[in-house]
């Protein structure tokens, strides 16, 4: 004689996803590691303006290792109900901040910079450990 069983998908899946995403968290977290091991640091911290209306003030913001202290992992929160499932499976690595707003140009080369392509070759890079991660080896 046959039992039926009832279940919830909603729950299950709510658990699969709740794993799934703890792991490309863990990802994200692992290629930010990375990203920072890379990331050019700068030599030059700009000195403070010492008259004016500007005084004690730096004339730029870039500061030394600025970039480097940017990186990070950012899982983008839940949005409103049609979009919720697709938006809150999200991880990103991010670089750069309004201070440090030069990780484009350092990354993509500009007219008198070259090219560096510090993020995209440190993502490559740890690819692997990705793929580790998420099989569970």
Do not use: Q
Not at 126 to 132: D, F, G, Q, T
């Amino acid at each position: 004689m046959s039992k039926n069983i009832f279940w919830n998908p909603k729950l299950v899946e709510h658990e699969i996803m709740g794993k799934a995403m703890d792991r490309l968290v863990e990802v994200g977290e692992a290629m930010a590691v990375e990203v920072k091991k890379n990331t050019p640091e700068g030599s030059t911290s700009r000195p403070m303006y010492k008259t004016g209306p500007y005084k004690n003030k730096y004339w730029t913001a870039r500061d030394a290792g600025a970039l480097k202290k940017s990186v990070r992992t950012t899982r983008r929160p839940e949005a409103g109900a049609g979009n919720a499932n697709w938006k809150s499976r999200n991880v990103w690595v991010m670089v750069g901040t309004t201070k440090a707003y030069y990780s484009k140009i350092i990354e993509f080369g500009v007219n008198s910079n070259k090219y560096k392509g510090f993020f995209r070759k440190a993502i490559n890079r740890s690819r692997k450990k990705a793929r580790n991660i998420l099989t569970g080896k």
